[in-house]
């Protein structure tokens, strides 16, 4: 006998919620998962192309572990810049690929204003020697690490990139260590 809307009993809930959470348990088990893998991109070409325009020597990480990814390239070239005509920025972003997986930034610049449009006001607190070069260390009061040290009229930030997850200190100064001059591409 079927009942009258509104006389439901707590059974009749319980049931209808069950056949509810059966088939939410069913999308979740079978919903594609994806987050785990790292897009990487291809950063030799642009940084090449950038280097053979920019008005300084452009640096670019040579030797590193398979575990640093780069995930992400935007350069500026001169010219196109708000900052100013003759103004060369280029930045990479990385993934270090370990557990926990962190976050790296490298950053060059010869924009006057480069260090505080892109950390902010952080004086430099120490120096440190990585590779036989003299680097600026920046960290925050939120404890976001930053080496800066300036050379050939461009200045060179690497970054934790101020996000959660950012690189430690070492894996910081294992990126500076693999800086060297790009070299320059030849197609237009």
């Given at each position: ?27 979740a088990v079978?919903?594609p ?10 950063v ?14 452009t ?10 990814k780069?995930?992400?390239?935007r ?7 708000p ?10 972003g ?31 607190t ?17 404890g976001h ?6 050379t050939?009229g461009?200045t ?11 690189a430690?200190m ?19």
């Amino acid at each position: 006998m079927a009942r009258r809307r509104g006389q439901e009993t707590l059974r009749d809930m319980g049931l209808s919620l069950g056949v509810v959470l059966v088939g939410v348990l069913l999308f979740a088990v079978f919903l594609p998962r994806g987050g785990s893998a790292v897009k990487v991109v291809d950063v030799t070409q642009p940084v090449n192309q950038f280097a053979r325009h920019s008005p300084y020597e452009t640096l670019a990480p040579r030797g590193l572990p398979a575990v640093w990814k780069p995930t992400s390239v935007r350069a500026v070239s001169p010219g196109a810049s708000p900052a100013g005509a003759n103004v060369a920025e280029i930045s990479i972003g990385y993934v270090v690929d370990v557990s926990p997986r962190t976050f790296a930034r490298l950053d060059e610049t010869n924009a006057p204003d480069g260090v505080d449009r892109i950390l902010g006001e952080r004086p430099v607190t120490s120096t440190v020697t990585i590779a036989g070069q003299a680097w600026g260390s920046r960290p925050d009061d939120s404890g976001h690490n930053a080496l800066t040290r300036t050379t050939g009229g461009a200045t060179i930030i690497v970054s934790d990139g101020g996000g959660k997850g950012g690189a430690t200190m070492a894996q910081l100064s294992e990126l500076a260590a693999a800086l060297a001059p790009a070299a320059p591409s030849t197609a237009s």
